[in-house]
């Protein structure tokens, strides 16, 4: 991808290769974290749409302060995926394993395959704290440097590495468990 | 302390270079004595990595990059409008009313039933276009979105029954849009309450994050006057909504019931664009009446 920040400032201009770029980019990367924070792949997509939609509306707000377009998106997936917590909380919500199989997937073996592992890391990070989960997700799905990481959580990079170290023996720990 | 902050040093330099390419066998030999401590958890962040490489389905990513590039190019035609204002909105009403007189009376009252596949289908989208240019409360548009969504949920209904994949997923996109202005239409009713009771901020909200909330679009803010009975017709307007988040995927699903089999998959999607569609309205709309931002 060309400079960022100098494609920041013609998507502000209301560029719409700039635009279309960014979410080239970036989709598939936000879909991914979604899923892994949610567990739930039909409300990832919707998500995954919401985020786009509104990095549209807030883009003229966006200041370049040294956060990177990836690290700005990755926040408002942030803030979606607190927002749906949040509201899971409150409502039963089908689980994954419950959920109708996709519609017109051509590899039906490779989709089954694809929601297992789903399944099992999004059941695995359930074990891990919020923190944990979320260094997790933006790492390994989101694949953000540890610069990136540290400016959407907000915390400094030797902190993101710590918790990093304590995600990653956390996750051994439950997968070991689960393992047959 | 420093040991610590050393080994996670190291991990994430192997974690770096295990994504570069690397083999977890070159990142152990690069730290010998750390390798028993190391191998298990860069095979268990290996393992976590592979498992996050999910791809997003082939139909969903056409079908969001579909509305992406609508909602750029909505965008777009609003930024060239935005000169007139309500000027421009009201010019077009006046223009689209003039040439439904044109056509007549009996024309316009024909194409109130008509189908998508049908002649006047054109006619009687304008004429929706000028009952929401016409009505000025954000309320109303939204009550109206709202019954244009029923008549949307119809002619689906029709499409599918004729066996038309493409017109069903047209008509699904306006259903979808239809449902999305009803909660920008909530949001903005929010927004202005809370202009209208909040005093004005001494301190700007610090972070991105405050950014990241995206106010209303300013067109639809701009024409918004003032309710006679927004508590009324806020009310009016859940239970119209949830009456039809319930009737409307329960019709459609009852319709993939029957339809021939090349119109399921297009129905599927309205299907779940509607459940999803109108769940974002409800909680809008439950924002709205609860007066609190979605991240409240």
């Known amino acids: 991808m060309q400079d960022e920040e100098s494609l920041m400032r013609r998507a502000q201009r209301r560029d719409p290769e700039a635009f279309t770029q960014l979410y080239e980019a970036y989709f598939d990367k936000i879909y991914r974290y979604i899923t892994i924070r949610i567990g739930n792949e039909m409300e990832a997509e919707d998500m995954t749409q919401q985020v786009f939609l509104k990095a549209l509306r807030s883009i003229p707000s966006f200041r370049w302060r040294g956060i990177s377009p990836s690290a700005w998106l990755f926040r408002i997936a942030h803030n979606q995926v607190v927002d749906y917590l949040r509201r899971k909380a409150k409502r039963v919500t089908v689980p994954i394993d419950k959920l109708p199989p996709s519609v017109s997937d051509d590899n039906p073996q490779l989709m089954a395959e694809q929601r297992q592992d789903i399944e099992q890391i999004a059941l695995a990070s359930q074990q891990l704290t919020q923190a944990q989960r979320e260094v997790i997700s933006l790492r390994f799905a989101g694949e953000l440097s540890v610069a990136e990481v540290s400016k959407v959580m907000g915390r400094s990079q030797g902190a993101v590495k710590a918790l990093q170290h304590s995600a990653i023996v956390a996750l051994r720990r439950v997968l070991s468990v689960t393992e047959p | ?296």
């Open chain 2, 1 to 296: 302390m420093k040991t610590s902050k050393r080994f996670d040093n190291i991990l994430n330099e192997c974690l770096e270079r295990l994504l570069g390419g690397e083999t977890i066998e070159q990142c152990l030999q690069s730290y010998p004595e750390q390798a028993v401590e190391l191998e298990p958890l860069l095979r268990t962040a290996l393992a976590a990595k592979q498992a996050s490489t999910i791809q997003p389905r082939a139909e969903f990513k056409v079908r969001a990059r579909y509305q992406f590039q609508s909602a750029l190019q909505e965008m777009e035609s609003k930024r060239g409008r935005r000169f007139f204002g309500w000027q421009s909105a009201w010019a077009t009403a006046v223009t689209v009313i003039l040439i439904l007189l044109l056509l007549g009376g009996g024309t316009v009252a024909a194409a109130g039933n008509s189908m998508p596949d049908e002649a006047l289908y054109p006619v009687k989208l304008a004429t929706e276009q000028v009952r929401l240019t016409l009505t000025p409360s954000a309320l109303g548009r939204a009550q109206l979105y709202a019954r244009l969504a029923d008549k949307r949920v119809v002619e689906i209904a029709y499409m599918a029954s004729k066996g038309d994949p493409q017109r069903v997923e047209m008509v699904a996109q306006r259903l979808d849009t239809h449902l999305a202005r009803i909660a920008t239409l909530a949001a903005a009713q929010r927004e202005k309450a809370r202009v209208m009771l909040a005093p004005p901020p001494a301190v700007e909200r610090a972070g991105e994050d405050a950014k990241v909330l995206a106010p209303t679009p300013a067109p639809e803010r701009a024409r918004e006057a003032p309710e006679s009975l927004p508590a009324d017709s806020r009310a009016k307007l859940r239970v119209l909504v949830m009456d039809y988040a319930k009737n409307h995927p329960e019709r459609l699903r009852a319709v993939l019931k029957s339809a021939p089999e090349s119109v399921k998959p297009a129905l599927r999607r309205a299907i779940r664009a509607s459940e999803a569609g109108y769940e974002r309205a409800l909680k809008s709309i439950e924002d709205t009446e609860n007066n609190r931002s979605p991240r409240d």
